[in-house]
């Protein structure tokens, strides 16, 4: 169970209004009460946070309005001390453009080895004037930027798959290798128990950048349907040389994995997880093949359509491909890329997945979304495999869908020339208390992003203890999935329930096995009679019936 913290919106230690490092060690006991295993972290570098903190300047040292090295160790061994794992995130396929590497480019000019670390190119049309290539950025525009050449003209293009503001790194070039192989052992050094890799399938880019006609799909297709190229693989995505640097650093890992320790547990590896929008779960599990990745992110469950048949096929093909390279699968339906699901989820089924909702947008029905991603969060977490879940998700939170747009800072929002509202939504720091100026989140009151006066109803004191609420759920189903061991139990499912049901058993290797039922359709169904309900997403019907859109665990 790993638990996302996205640092600007967790905690805030000084008042400044965005979240820090103190702030999340000093609330790290509520994760050890939730019951997860480990944290991931979103960047905390030093980052001109175009991106936010996407665009890395230092790799090695946090970002002030984050704290300082001293603060990641006390919060590495802050963790460690409650047995908490840190994953921390790395961002391999670009820098930010004030990297000092990308400054030295600037300067040197054309031809030299320090432009050779990015992708730098002479623009088409006989001045130069047009972009080396055709291709788009992922939040909108060309993914090409022209600099000024030393005479203060026109130059070169750089390539930057993201914002103006990132360009890429030159894989093939051996110097951005060895760089990131010392970024990984400084941070191993330090303590980090691994790493989550941003867009690990887009560093190496096909040999001469052909044009490509598609838009690039970052988070996979908005209709959830699976991307298809009609066959061909798009030339910034996916390209098999990628697998060879996760090889590499597989066996960076090794070496402080204690895999050869007599009595080993487990207990001390280091891992890497991929977050990689590819086609196919089939082309996910060639990440983690067993020499390469350890986990990879699953986004195939979190692009379903809320439909019984639509569910089980995606995790049967998830399973499926994880288990043909016998890697554990992975589970999600939040994070701060996309709409919380308990708003996405409030959404008209078969509607297309926004990037982001807003002012005159459609907006979700704040119950319904809730209702079915308490469901939908109790079927994930009886799954076998890893869970990954977004800070706030534990308390419901829906998304921010009427934030002002003047407010926004994605670039997503200005890039996309104002038609994709982008990712704020789900980015709005947490609501602790539910009386307290900002809600608890800092000593000041202040917010870097403006939160939903729904949110003060959801705050964690206003949940914790309270029978029925979003955070008690998730605490019950943490602790029964620990109890039986459903992280490491497989699958079968059940036939003998209507078609918009969904209904399996988990049987762990070691635990009891439980069987759960997830209803969608519109008629209540019935649990095995004599099987005791060990947690459940709502309440049952006055004849103990599981209503709909209602997921239950059964000891079996
Ligand atoms: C994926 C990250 O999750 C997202 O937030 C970021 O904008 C892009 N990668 C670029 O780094």
């Given at each position: 169970m790993v638990y996302q913290i996205y640092p600007r919106s967790w905690a805030d230690g000084n008042g400044d209004g965005i979240g820090d490092l103190p702030g999340i060690t000093a609330r790290l006991p509520y994760l050890r009460d939730l019951g997860v295993d480990a944290l991931w972290l979103s960047p905390f570098y030093v980052s001109p946070q175009a991106d936010a903190g996407y665009d890395v300047a230092d790799y090695r040292d946090i970002d002030p309005i984050f704290g300082t090295l001293a603060d990641a160790d006390s919060l590495v061994s802050a963790a460690h001390g409650l047995g908490l794992k840190i994953i921390v995130d790395l961002v391999p396929n670009h820098s930010s453009d004030e990297h000092p590497w990308f400054q030295a480019a600037l300067a040197a000019g054309p031809g030299s080895p320090e432009r050779e670390r990015y992708v730098f190119r002479d623009g088409r049309g006989p001045n130069g004037d047009l972009p080396p290539n055709n291709w788009l950025c992922v939040f909108g525009g060309a993914s090409w930027t022209r600099v000024k050449a030393a005479d203060g003209t026109d130059g070169q293009w750089y390539l930057h798959l993201f914002a103006a503001k990132q360009p890429d790194f030159n894989w093939e070039n051996p110097q951005v290798r060895a760089e990131f192989e010392d970024v990984l052992r400084f941070w191993l050094d330090r303590g980090v128990d691994g790493f989550r890799v941003d867009v690990a399938n887009a560093l190496i880019k096909a040999a001469g950048l052909p044009d490509w006609e598609e838009p690039l799909h970052l988070l996979g297709d908005a209709d959830g349907v699976p991307h298809d190229h009609h066959g061909k693989r798009p030339p910034m995505w996916d390209q098999d040389g990628v697998h060879e640097i996760y090889r590499v650093w597989r066996q960076i890992l090794n070496s402080y994995n204690p895999i050869d320790a007599a009595g080993y547990s487990g207990e001390g590896d280091r891992i890497l997880c991929a977050e990689a929008w590819v086609d196919s779960p089939e082309s996910l599990a060639r990440y983690v093949r067993d020499d390469e990745m350890h986990q990879a992110f699953n986004f195939e469950f979190l692009q379903t359509q809320w439909r019984a048949g639509d569910l089980r096929e995606a995790v049967t093909k998830s399973l499926t491909a994880a288990d043909s390279v016998g890697a554990p699968t992975t589970w999600v339906l939040s994070n701060h890329d996309v709409v919380r699901h308990a708003s996405r989820l409030g959404l008209p089924v078969g509607t297309r997945r926004p990037n982001g909702i807003g002012v005159g947008d459609p907006q979700p029905d704040a119950a319904l979304g809730l209702r079915r991603a308490r469901a939908a969060t109790a079927l994930m977490l009886a799954l076998p495999g890893s869970s990954y879940i977004y800070q706030g998700e534990e308390l419901g939170l829906p998304d921010s869908t009427d934030m002002p747009d003047d407010v926004r800072q994605d670039p997503t929002w200005p890039r996309s020339g104002h038609t994709e509202r982008g990712r704020d939504g789900c980015r709005v720091p947490m609501p602790?208390?539910?009386?307290?100026?900002s809600y608890g989140f800092g000593p000041s009151g202040r917010t870097w992003l403006p939160q939903p006066a729904s949110y003060a109803a959801l705050a964690v004191d206003r949940q914790a203890g309270a029978p029925g609420t979003t955070l008690e759920l998730y605490r019950a189903l943490l602790a029964a999935r620990r109890e039986h061991g459903l992280g490491a139990g497989s699958l079968s499912w059940l036939g003998d329930y209507p078609e918009e049901v969904v209904a399996f058993v988990n049987e762990p290797a070691a635990g009891e096995r439980v069987l759960v039922i997830t209803n969608l359709g519109a008629e209540p169904v019935a649990a095995p009679a004599g099987a005791q309900i060990l947690v459940s997403s709502g309440p049952l019907t006055p004849q103990g019936l599981v209503p709909t859109d209602t997921t239950v665990w059964l000891s079996a």
């Open positions: 602790w208390e539910g009386d307290r100026p």
